[in-house]
């Protein structure tokens, strides 16, 4: 069932007219398409904020006009916590229309218990439906997904009428194993450490050892000597 916006045209546009706008409550939007001409409107915040936040596509337009509409189009703030734009486009109730739709999960995957964890690697997908049966999301069962195993598009369920524009082969969710590094503990640290690299040519000892032996004649010689003097 479509979303009731009441709507009032807004004749002043810029940049200063529209933070007037925000500041009284209400939402600026632009509705297009159908070959008409473009239509600015004021609607009413609350309502838009409400509708946003329950993924609503299809809107029922009352007030200045009275049509019907697809949200095409969101902006946010800053902060991305309130809708400060919409952009509407016409439609008819005949229509199939093309849309981007949440992917949410449900149930719990076995390959958790069994060490694994969950990767979601898309959360929207296109899809294709009629314009009055577009739903807010679709859903994807992990209750078959093991360890290093997959899930695709193709095993999302979809509503009656509803088909995916990107490939069935799409991957949306895997199951990968937890891999736990171990840091070395101390004395493993210690084992694995590198012996220290000795500077210098080895037959230094040796000279060191002739100089040794050298100072130990004279020393030999002095003291000979002062016997003599004696």
Request: glycine content about 8%.
């Amino acid at each position: 069932m479509a979303e009731l916006f009441q709507t009032e045209l807004r004749d002043l546009t810029g940049s200063a007219n529209t933070r007037r706008l925000r500041r009284s409550g209400n939402v600026p939007a632009i509705l297009y398409g159908h070959g008409k001409e473009n239509v600015s409107l004021s609607l009413e915040s609350k309502q838009v904020q409400a509708t946003i936040a329950r993924r609503e596509k299809l809107v029922q337009l009352e007030g200045a006009v009275t049509e019907n509409a697809l949200v095409k189009a969101v902006q946010w703030d800053a902060l991305g916590s309130k809708v400060i734009h919409l952009d509407l486009t016409r439609v008819d109730e005949d229509e199939t229309v093309e849309v981007t739709v949440v992917i949410v999960v449900k149930g719990t995957a076995p390959g958790l218990a069994a060490g694994g964890r969950i990767n979601r690697t898309i959360r929207r997908t296109q899809i294709t439906c009629p314009v009055m049966k577009i739903p807010s999301e679709i859903e994807l069962n992990l209750s078959t997904l093991e360890l290093n195993g997959s899930l695709t598009l193709a095993d999302v369920e979809l509503p009656e009428g509803t088909q995916l524009v990107a490939a069935l082969e799409t991957v949306v969710a895997t199951c990968t194993e937890i891999i736990v590094v171990e840091e070395p503990t101390l004395d493993e640290a210690t084992d694995d450490a590198a012996e220290p690299e000795l500077i210098g040519d080895t037959g230094d000892d040796d000279a060191g050892g002739d100089d040794a032996e050298s100072s130990d004649r004279g020393s030999d010689d002095a003291d000979a000597g002062g016997a003599d003097g004696e």
